[in-house]
């Protein structure tokens, strides 16, 4: 959940009160640190993902299956190797929402080398298994997306009961109690309770029931006048939830500009592929994905803003919630698909436009400092704005969407940096990995051949929707930008440039931009060492780089609107992944061809091409997602009654079965097909650190 202030929370009415001073602070603090560092340059590709997880208690005997609230006490473990040599380490251990949630990450980022992809599920499997060995034996570790039976009855271990009439509560919750809500730390609390204040009632979180020929209408806790909606009334329920995120630094922030637009597009895409999540409060529902029930959860707009009330107190009508979709793109090539009127205040704007801001920088700030900040520490009221960047990352860091743009922290060694924030937790280490480096895959492959994926904004926000329907991923369409070019034709295209230089007959992926000026055949990569070095190799920023080769994906500046028209089609994710022909070549038929021009060794090769087919497959509807194979396993246990009901044994078997599946001790031929042999290693063998350190490019020891 980002930035983790310490200090004392003011109450609601004080923070209330401090709510154009946070805003007027964090926008001088972010021209300042724009001024800063906006003509920072030559930082290296670094990346790394964050999963989450949820401690699950099972009692064996009573065949049931509850949330252990034991993140803080297992936090204070984890963390002690990293307090006694915080460079060191191989994982990074985070508090979450939930009490009973925690996120990882790896000990340091990842870098820009090939092999580096050989460590990511290694490093995921040490970390699940760095938990394992604090927990109990009725214990398990578990990266799903959501608890099936989050917010029934009796659902966390030790067991507490919601106090919905309690003032004193947070979250006053019928379902949800506070204490399954992280105490380790004032934030998750003061949230909850000050987003249900700035709302002016409890938050509202209504999904359809997945109708089955028993299902008992209204559903239990159903609102008014909508019988088949399961009502969920807590922030918990979607910041309880677990996610897959990823975090890639640029070479400068023109290309985390870009990254930021070209991976906008594919963000309602990569949440229908990892749907993970059909099952809330212990019911079977219409929604495949977390992501409508966490954008609620966190809803603090006021009715005024929800457009319920006519405007007299609040500024604005807002269209979406502080957690959703982007709303604006930032480079100047995504401007003409900024089709949805964005909110700000004028004058904010105008005063980042008089710090020297541009103008769509400006209008993604100002957008997003139309939120007020709903958690304050008094420690952090004052500060100098030369220095400080609380204020703005106060604002920015309760902003959840997509993507973020992250600028470098104050003192701090690290560059302009974006997030990939849509994907669900996948159940195995495998999937997660597979997912975590097909993204960092797709990003050289957008910045190596340039390819365009920029769609209007509102049908980004279409895709969104339709990405969390049921079984989206085998029977939804999706708007995607056409190019008629396959990966063959592209290749062609670009050995034919002189321009573009190539060895060995391969489409040039990394060579050094300007190195390749004055040597036209240098060798792009050497000996298996392959880099993807965002600046070094000069695939970073096309604004920059005279030689635009563009993947086979139309460039924006031929088009005209007759064109634009036809420039959208709707496909299925099957052809977004594996190419229609005519259409559009396909995600990893591209990412195929982009890492014939890389020399990797075999081990690495090997991982990346299980990891690839493993998404193909998955595109295909040869295996299902997350979602369906748990509603499948919901539909066909002996105990369900075709009633929509996950009940204490059903949701015991489930997770039993996911915890067999994540130890490798059990096959689910749909999930996985007949089991993946991915050749991760938990370091980078010493020959080809060897050569690494020969070639100059040793950042990793
Ligand atoms: P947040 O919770 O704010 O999104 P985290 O610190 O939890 O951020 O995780 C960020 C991810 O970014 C981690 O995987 C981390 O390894 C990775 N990371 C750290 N430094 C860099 C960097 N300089 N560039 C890119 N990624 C980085
Ligand atoms: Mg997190
Ligand atoms: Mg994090
Ligand atoms: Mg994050």
């Known amino acids: 959940m980002g930035l983790l202030s310490e200090g004392n929370p003011l109450s609601w009415e004080e923070t209330k009160k401090l709510a154009d001073h946070v805003r007027e602070h964090g926008i001088n603090q972010f021209v300042n640190l724009y001024h800063r560092l906006k003509d920072r340059q030559g930082d290296i590709l670094k990346w790394g993902d964050e999963v989450e997880y949820i401690i699950v208690k099972f009692d064996d005997e009573q065949k049931v299956a509850r949330v252990a609230l034991k993140a803080q006490d297992l936090l204070h473990k984890l963390n002690e190797k990293e307090h006694a040599d915080p460079k060191g380490v191989k994982s990074l251990w985070r508090p979450e929402y939930g009490a009973y949630m925690i996120e990882g990450t790896p000990g340091k980022p990842f870098g820009g080398l090939m092999a580096h992809f050989n460590l990511v599920e290694a490093n995921m499997r040490y970390r699940r298994e760095e938990v394992t060995e604090l927990l109990a034996s009725d214990e398990c570790v578990m990266s799903i997306t959501n608890f099936p039976r989050l917010g029934a009855p009796n659902f966390t271990y030790p067991l507490h009961q919601p106090r919905p009439e309690d003032p004193l509560s947070s979250a006053r919750s019928l379902y949800f109690p506070d204490e399954a809500i992280f105490p380790g730390h004032p934030r998750f609390k003061t949230l909850t309770r000050n987003i249900r204040k700035r709302r002016g009632e409890k938050v509202s979180i209504k999904l359809k029931v997945f109708k089955d020929v028993n299902t008992k209408l209204p559903v239990e806790g159903a609102p008014p006048g909508e019988p088949d909606v399961v009502l969920l009334d807590a922030m918990g329920f979607g910041m309880g939830c677990c996610c897959l995120q990823l975090t890639f630094q640029a070479c400068n922030i023109t290309e985390a500009r870009r990254l930021y637009d070209q991976l906008a597009p594919l963000c309602p895409i990569m949440l229908a592929l990892t749907a993970a999540s059909p099952v809330y409060r212990g019911y079977l529902t219409e929604s495949d994905c977390r992501w409508n029930v966490i954008s609620s959860s966190v809803d603090c707009r006021t009715p005024e803003e929800r457009g319920l009330e006519p405007l007299k107190d609040s500024k604005f009508r807002i269209a979406k919630s502080r957690y959703d979709s982007i709303d604006s793109y930032l480079s100047p090539e995504g401007a003409k698909y900024n089709d949805v009127k964005l909110t700000y205040d004028d004058d904010v704007y105008n005063r980042l436009i008089d710090g020297g801001i541009d103008h769509l920088l400006a209008q993604h700030v100002a957008h997003l400092f139309i939120r007020d900040t709903v958690s304050l520490f008094s420690e952090k009221v004052h500060q100098n704005d030369n220095e400080d960047t609380d204020h703005f990352e106060n604002i920015q860091s309760t902003n959840w969407q997509t993507m973020r743009f992250k600028p470098p922290p104050p003192n701090s060694s690290i560059g302009w940096r974006v997030e990939f924030r849509p994907c669900e937790a996948q159940i195995s280490d495998f999937e997660n990995a597979a997912i975590v480096c097909f993204v960092v895959l797709l990003t050289r492959v957008i910045l190596s051949y340039q390819l365009n994926f920029l769609t209007p904004i509102s049908k980004v926000d279409e895709n969104m929707q339709t990405a969390q329907k049921r079984d989206a991923c085998r029977k939804e369409k999706f708007w995607f930008r056409k190019s008629s070019k396959s990966p063959e034709q592209r290749a062609a295209k670009q050995n034919g440039n002189a321009s573009a230089p190539t060895t ?14 004055d040597e036209p ?37 031929t088009d005209t609107d007759d064109e634009e028209n036809e420039l959208f089609q709707l496909l299925t994710i099957n052809e977004i992944f594996n190419g229609k022909p005519g259409v559009f070549p396909g995600l990893v038929p591209l990412i195929r061809s982009y890492l014939q021009s890389m020399e990797v060794d075999t081990d690495t090769h090997c991982t990346i091409e299980q990891y690839l087919r493993f998404i193909q497959k998955r595109a295909a509807g040869e295996l299902v997602t997350t979602a369906t194979w748990i509603r499948d396993q919901v539909l066909n246990h002996p105990d369900y009654k075709q009633d929509s009901v996950v009940s204490e044994s059903i949701n015991y078997d489930l997770l039993k079965c996911i915890q067999r599946i994540q130890e490798g001790k059990h096959i689910e031929p749909a999930l996985l097909g007949q089991g993946n042999h991915s050749k991760t290693k938990d370091f980078i063998p010493h020959a080809l650190q060897k050569q690494l350190a020969k070639n100059g490019c040793c950042e990793d020891k």
Request: aromatic share 0%; no cysteine; proline share 2%.
């Open 504 to 517: 060995n007959g391969t489409a040039k992926a990394t060579t050094n931009g300007s190195e390749e000026e």
């Open 521 to 557: 055949n240098k060798q792009p990569q050497v000996n298996g060492t392959a880099k993807m070095n965002g600046h070094s190799n000069g695939i970073s920023n096309g604004t920059t780089n005279g030689h635009a080769h563009n993947g086979g994906v139309d460039s924006d500046h």
